[in-house]
T-cell receptor, first 111, second 114 residues
Framework: AQTVTQSQPEMSVQEAETVTLSCTYD???????LFWYKQPPSRQMILVIR??????QNATENRFSVNFQKAAKSFSLKISDSQLGDTAMYFC????????FGPGTRLSVLP | EADIYQTPRYLVIGTGKKITLECSQT?????MYWYQQDPGMELHLIHY???????EKGDLSSESTVSRIRTEHFPLTLESARPSHTSQYLC?????????????FGPGTRLTVT
């Protein structure tokens, strides 16, 4: 069975700084998708970024980018120029045989 | 903006009552999911469906039941609510293709059982 691990339960970053959230996963599959979701306090869960495993190029969406290391089964999220609105729970997710979410990282952006 | 809806948004109900949480999506997605989540905590999959008349239990044991009679509708029912059911319930849906689509989430139902 696939598992997703996020080793940082909580993180904080100063506004305008850069922060990296870690995610590792375990699977025997070769073709799969990876996602980062954001859940702001008391608000709806939304997709931040996604990565297809067959693509070597790391995905980028404005201030959000990933570092996808397939051999290491690592999928970290980098947030550049952090903003107060980035304060949220961030969930890493794996979509292969099954869809699996990690336990989440609570990110606080400090003014 | 994802077209997935949940009602009610908030519900306070007494122990022993039967409740149904509604979830509907207008995207034609085959796959639908129910998650239980305490505020600020991880998601626990309690039920999922890959199509009409198909339902499965998730990883977290739950006393709830679901049905999938129409593609767009995936209601969750608690026959007898208990205080331990107090939590947030999130509904999600995704397309039929494996890995083709991410999960889209509804706004959630925050349930309090007194």
């Amino acid at each position: 069975a696939q598992t997703v691990t996020q080793s940082q339960p909580e993180m904080s970053v100063q506004e305008a700084e850069t922060v990296t959230l870690s995610c590792t996963y375990d699977t025997s599959e070769n073709n799969y998708y990876l996602f980062w979701y954001k859940q702001p306090p008391s608000r709806q869960m939304i997709l931040v970024i996604r990565q297809e495993a067959y693509k070597q190029q790391n995905a980028t969406e404005n201030r959000f980018s990933v570092n996808f290391q397939k051999a290491a089964k690592s999928f970290s999220l980098k947030i550049s120029d952090s903003q107060l609105g980035d304060t949220a729970m961030y969930f890493c997710a794996f979509d292969g045989q099954n869809f699996v979410f990690g336990p989440g990282t609570r990110l606080s952006v400090l003014p | 903006e994802a077209d997935i809806y949940q009602t009610p948004r908030y519900l306070v109900i007494g122990t022993g009552k039967k409740i149904t949480l509604e979830c509907s999506q207008t995207m034609g997605h085959d796959k639908m999911y129910w998650y239980q989540q305490d505020p600020g905590m991880e998601l626990h999959l309690i039920h999922y469906s890959y199509g009409v008349n198909s339902t499965e239990k998730g990883d977290l044991s739950s006393e709830s039941t679901v049905s999938r009679i129409r593609t767009e509708h995936f209601p969750l029912t608690l026959e007898s609510a208990r205080p331990s059911h107090t939590s947030q319930y999130l509904c999600a849906s995704s397309g039929a293709g494996r890995g083709d689509y991410e999960q889209y989430f509804g706004p959630g139902t925050r349930l309090t059982v007194t």
